[in-house]
């Protein structure tokens, strides 16, 4: 499980045994998890996040959605 960002308790990772989805980040925070889609910087799953915190990962994720995405192709060798 790559960490690609540690931010203000935010841990943004990948599984490595998920290449065969689209390109997405797992955050967890405080016991809660999301997972969010790289492409829509949308909101996949969650549980156990609260409404604010899921804006500032939602938020967090457009801020390194960049860094996110070259760490995705990097690691699975796709593009996306």
Known sequence: MPTIV???????????HEPN????????????SAKVWLSSVTVATNVGLSPTQLGEVVRRVRVHRERLMEAWNGFFGTEG
């Open 21 to 32: 989805e689209p390109a997405h980040v797992h955050v967890d925070k405080d016991g809660g």
């Open 6 to 16: 540690r931010e203000d308790g935010y841990r943004f990772y990948f599984y490595s």
